[in-house]
């Protein structure tokens, strides 16, 4: 684009005597690339609807985005896959929803074409962005993609062909917990057909009900079907206000004397016109001042899940079902009136959303601002010291947690006076800003004209209605029937192209650089931010041209009588919604407004030639482009940068020879796609798995099968009629760049960007330029500007590089945070914003020939998410003897969860013991005075548990400050503290289990991010007191001794009792013998001498060897001779 280069729209337009009919000649010239594109391709374009699971395969329908709960509709056929890659003990979901998706192309049937597409190749490829929620407090705020190849899928209409007549491709339609606004981008796999990428927007919307009948009807009120022309013909434009990025659901008012609103779900992709049901608009009036009332519907903002309106000076606002942000219905049953006390003038938009809240404002007739009425001890009159005044438009930073305030005053008989106010809602403070010129000033033919007071003005008076404040870049504009535009809310500048006879309605923000205004005469301009230059779009020769180029193509977005509703960017893209009166019969359209066309056509629509050629006038134009050929190289992977996490998934593979899935397929897919999603959500960040990857716990007792399953599918005899393919469900970590500057980036502590960009000279454009003391220099026509919202923050640096033998140009540009503007917080939290703009011109004083705007955050680079993650490495620790010291070596690992990137931390650190206890269920969290008692080297209670050599501690050196180079840990458990004289529990050593916690959060100079970790240490062998110690040892001591003491007489006393044993034994065992003879001898008679005294010896020598083999020989040889 050529912006800066084209010549700015203003009221008097020169003529020009050239014939009427060049005028269409020259529409065919400068479409003649177009109309060769359209011969050799197509102009062919991707089609989405939703569909419920029951409609898949029927055709002509859609059905509406409201059900979020997931459906339990796949269970029973993952039971069915046996030998598959899954986990028959984890229970699969599925999502309400699927997308049909198909393509059309000029003139041909669509149901010939996506057949054609199927049989050449092609597959359509769906991206499904979930845009974060606004609560980052109560969810996780992650920046989450997934890509999915869509499946084919035949019509269920009857056919008569052996294959298929009908057929469309489908995808499920994943749904986030916190997120209810989705972008889905359709691109193709680059077979078949080529069909460029687009993008739709499937949000969630909340307020849609079904009834008794199953029928689905609006919450709000009741849809009308029939759309009416007096609705629109001949009503003026109004803005569309929401929450920038976040609002599923948009609403627009204006209809004039009606309770009507249009809702859009799809950014007026479709629509619906709905009667809300609401009070009757004579409601209040009593105590209001009024000079007419109407059921027209002034004000509408939608915010992520509340809608507002403004009837008369009464409030509503309606809050939507979505259970998916609250986890249970928080929805509105009916309109809710707020604000029953005051009279609202005028509701102001906040287009961005801060702190985890969306905010809107309310002007009341008495000067004050609500809901929470601000300021709040006095009135904004009181303070600028007038009697009287009137807000007449608020604009919140939320950044800065400023109010300005347009305030309109009046000093008597005095004519009213305007001023730009600040109020910090924070400090309750108040500060008079700038004082508005009460006459337009006087350019003089300039284009714009610095305001320094000493100008001279016009007698056309200005009349301010509005600021507008872009966050990004910190301009701020004044508009009215003029603009005043200023970088630091003190120098304003007036710019002079737009025309004092005008008056501003209200302003179409990109936020991205550019801005689209409408007067209230329905005439559309564009000014791009920074420059200073203000052109007209609508109406201008280069709109003549435009319009003439449709309505030959016989378009059916343009007509001859049309009214716009309203103007505003979606994706930097300018749009139109705008009601076409076509033959009697009416129709709302959502129509793109080709900025760049209209400024090409307008520029060569006043600066071109009639050159004789022979006998022939040729037409020729001149080029205000410097370059021909613009191309980005040298980009970095961007997801170390944009934090986009993303997750790759194919459809199974269904064992049919036509490769068509049926339902059980497309269920199985659903619930293939549900789990993937479930595992991310359930993935515990701050502790890992042993492979850092949330799909590893599905492949983790499979991948070693995987042949198997090859096997399986290869022969056709996987169960269920698909194959599951590991590799077709994975986390992707290294994605290639576009070629294209990524909308926002995230910088963290002193980190760089780097790009370049390579330009195609126009003719001849180097010279040569002698400088002192070298040869000549070759230096190129064109240069390139790098232009920083917040220069004290972030440094640019641009190398240029001479491509003579290509006539060409390499720039490279170099962004870095210089570490100074933005303290430590959490990962995504509170980050301080900023952009960069890119400036082509040719020089000297040469014509911009064209620009880029990235926006960038800085702070913690993690996506608004924890998505790094720091876990502790179980250490190692080490005594140095047995009564020594305990030592403790901790360093932490971080791994980027987006990048896949890990390694040591290398920051500082605080490491404090917050909690603990003898065991795990007597663990208890310690106070705030504890906890500095237990850990700071300052404590003179003798309570500390640790200590370090580390000198380094925090700036009130209450605690130490480590790094991975610090000494290790030494526990000490001193006499008050909790683990001091620990009782060992049985026969093991004292034990003790630590409550961790470990920050950099103000100690680390590394990073923005601010990193926390706590868990649980358990330590052995700690110490025991002095005291019981002691008792200890005494009592081991004694034992000791007892037992030497008892051994020892153990040992002298033992022989002795063996030999008294032994006599007892003997005398007994005597005794028993003697009795048992003389028992025997009076039985048996009396026997010979000889044979009784044999048979009696025997017998005691055989009793006495028995007993004690041990005896002496000699006595044994004693007993023989007795």
Not at 598 to 622: A, N, P, V
Not at 658 to 682: D, K, M, P, R, T
Not at 990 to 996: A, L, N, Q, R, T
């Amino acid at each position: 684009m050529c912006g800066p280069a084209m010549f700015p729209a203003g009221p008097p337009w020169p003529r020009v005597r050239v014939v009427q009919v060049l005028w269409a000649l020259l529409a065919v010239l400068l479409a003649s690339w177009r109309l060769w594109a359209i011969k050799d391709f197509q102009e062919c374009t991707w089609q989405v609807v939703l569909n419920e699971f029951k409609r898949v395969g029927e055709s002509g329908v859609s059905d509406s985005f409201f059900e979020q709960e997931p459906v339990d509709t796949v269970s029973s056929l993952f039971h069915m896959l046996v030998d598959s890659p899954i986990d028959p003990s984890e229970k699969y979901l599925g999502f309400p929803y699927y997308l049909k998706i198909n393509y059309s192309c000029e003139e041909k049937p669509s149901e010939d074409l996506v057949r054609m597409g199927h049989l050449t190749g092609l597959k359509p490829l769906v991206l499904v962005t979930f845009q974060s929620p606004v609560n980052f407090y109560r969810w996780k705020i992650e920046q989450l993609q997934i890509q999915m190849e869509a499946a084919p899928f035949r019509s269920k209409e009857p056919c008569m062909a052996e294959e298929v007549c009908s057929m469309s491709w489908y995808t499920p339609m994943p749904i986030k917990k916190g997120s209810v606004v989705m972008r889905v981008d359709i691109s193709s796999n680059g077979l078949g057909t080529f069909i460029p990428d687009k993008r739709f927007q499937m949000n969630i919307n909340g307020f849609l009900k079904r009834d008794r009948d199953n029928n689905i009807q609006f919450t709000v009120g009741e849809k009308l079907f029939n759309l009416m022309p007096q609705y629109f013909v001949g009503v003026s434009s109004r803005p569309l206000w929401h929450t920038v990025d976040q609002s599923p659901v948009l609403i627009l008012g204006g209809i004039p004397n009606e309770k009507y609103v249009l809702m859009t779900d799809t950014s007026f992709k479709d629509f619906s016109l709905v009667e809300l049901s609401i009070d009757s608009c004579w409601v209040g009036s009593f105590y209001c001042p009024h000079s007419g009332f109407t059921a027209t519907i002034y004000d509408t903002i939608a915010t992520e899940s509340t809608l507002f309106i403004r009837q008369n000076q009464l409030v509503y606002y309606f809050t939507g079902t979505y259970t998916t942000l609250y986890e249970r219905n928080r929805g509105s049953g009916s309109w809710v009136r707020v604000l029953a006390s005051e009279c609202i003038k005028k509701l102001c938009p906040v287009y961005f959303h801060s702190n985890g809240s969306e905010y809107i404002m309310a002007l009341t007739t008495d000067g004050q601002v609500s809901f929470e009425m601000l300021p709040r001890q006095w009135s904004v009159c009181e303070q600028i010291g007038v009697t009287t005044c009137s807000i007449i438009w608020s604009e919140y930073i939320a950044g800065e947690y400023t109010l300005l305030l347009l305030v309109e005053s009046g000093y008597g008989n005095a004519s009213k006076r305007f001023q730009v106010v600040s109020y910090n809602t924070a400090s309750d403070d108040l500060e008079l800003l700038y004082h508005i010129p009460e006459f337009i000033p006087e350019a003089r033919g300039l284009e714009f004209l610095m305001i320094l007071g000493t100008e001279s003005y016009t007698s056309t008076a200005m009349a301010p209605k509005g600021i507008f404040c872009n966050p990004y870049n910190n301009l701020i504009f004044i508009w009215g029937n003029f603009l005043l535009q200023s970088s630091n809310k003190e120098n304003f500048i007036y710019l002079a192209d737009f025309p004092k006879e005008l008056s501003i309605k209200y302003m179409a923000r990109s936020f991205h650089g550019a801005v689209a205004i409408v007067t209230e005469t329905e005439e559309i301009w564009y000014l791009l931010e920074g420059s200073y230059r203000v052109y007209q779009l609508f109406p201008s020769k280069g709109w003549q041209v435009h319009i003439s180029l449709k309505l030959m193509q016989q378009s059916s977005l343009y007509a001859s009588n049309e009214t716009m509703l309203t103007l505003f960017y979606e994706d930097s893209k300018l749009y139109q919604l705008v009601y076409l009166m076509n033959n009697q019969k009416g129709q709302l359209v959502k129509r793109l407004v080709p900025v760049e066309q209209l400024l090409m056509y307008q520029q060569h629509t006043s600066h071109y030639d009639l050159e004789r050629k022979g006998g022939y006038l040729m037409l020729s134009f001149i080029d205000f482009c410097p370059f021909s050929v613009m191309r980005l190289r040298s980009l970095p992977r961007p997801q170390r940068y944009t934090r986009q996490e993303r997750y790759r998934a194919r459809p199974p593979r269904v064992l049919e020879r036509s490769g068509f899935h049926n339902e059980n397929s497309l269920a199985i897919y659903q619930g293939l796609v549900y789990y993937l999603l479930w595992l991310h959500s359930v993935y515990d960040k701050p502790y890992a798995d042993p492979v850092h990857d949330p799909t590893w716990r599905w492949w983790a007792n499979n991948k070693q099968d995987q042949d198997y399953y090859f096997f399986l599918a290869s022969n056709w005899r996987s169960a269920g009629g698909v194959s599951i393919e590991m590799d077709s469900y994975e986390k992707i970590y290294n994605l290639e760049s576009a070629y294209e500057l990524p909308e926002r980036i995230f910088l963290d502590k002193g980190t760089e960007y780097s790009f370049a960009i390579f330009l195609s000279a126009q003719g001849r454009s180097f010279r040569t330029q002698a400088e002192l003391g070298t040869a000549f220099q070759l230096h190129s026509q064109v240069d390139v500007g790098v232009v920083l919202a917040d220069p004290g923050c972030i440094e640019a640096s641009v190398k240029q590089e001479v491509l003579i033998n290509r006539n060409s140009v390499l720039f490279s540009i170099t962004l870095k945070d210089k570490k100074l503007c933005y303290d430590q917080g959490i990962s995504g939290h509170h980050l301080m914003e900023t952009s960069m703009t890119v400036n082509v011109r040719s020089k000297p004083g040469g014509e911009g020939a064209g620009w880029w705007e990235s926006l960038g955050r800085r702070g913690s680079p993690s996506s608004p998410a924890p998505t790094h993650r720091w876990w502790v490495h179980p250490g190692s620790a080490s005594r140095k003897h047995t009564w020594g010291p305990i030592f403790f070596y901790p360093f932490f690992l971080i791994q980027d969860l987006v990048t896949g990137d890990s390694g040591s931390f290398q920051g500082s650190y605080v490491l404090l013991v917050v909690g603990g206890g003898p065991t795990l269920d007597s663990l208890k969290d310690y106070s705030e005075d504890e906890i500095y008692r237990f850990n700071s080297p300052l404590d003179k209670t003798n309570s500390l548990i640790w200590t370090t050599r580390t000198t380094r501690t925090t700036k009130d050196s209450a605690f130490h400050i480590m790094s991975h180079e610090s000494p290790g840990i030494e526990w000490l458990c001193l006499e008050n503290a909790p683990c001091y004289d620990n009782v060992p529990q049985g026969i093991f050593a004292p034990e003790f289990f630590f409550k961790v916690l470990v920050s950099n959060r103000g100690v680390d100079t590394s990073t923005y991010c601010n990193y926390q970790l706590t868990f649980l240490l358990h330590i052995h062998g700690l110490p025991l007191s002095p005291k019981r110690a002691l008792f200890i040892l005494m009592v081991s001591a004694s034992v000791f001794v007892g037992l030497v003491i008892f051994y020892i007489a153990f040992c002298l006393l033992w022989p002795l009792v063996v030999k008294g044993c032994t006599m007892i034994r003997w005398k007994i065992n005597n005794l028993i013998a003697s009795e048992s003879y003389y028992t025997y001898a009076s039985i048996s008679g009396i026997s010979s001498v000889p044979s009784l005294r044999h048979s009696r010896m025997g017998s005691m020598f055989s009793s006495r060897m028995t007993e004690d083999r041990a005896e002496p020989k000699e006595a044994v040889e004693r007993q023989l001779m007795t």
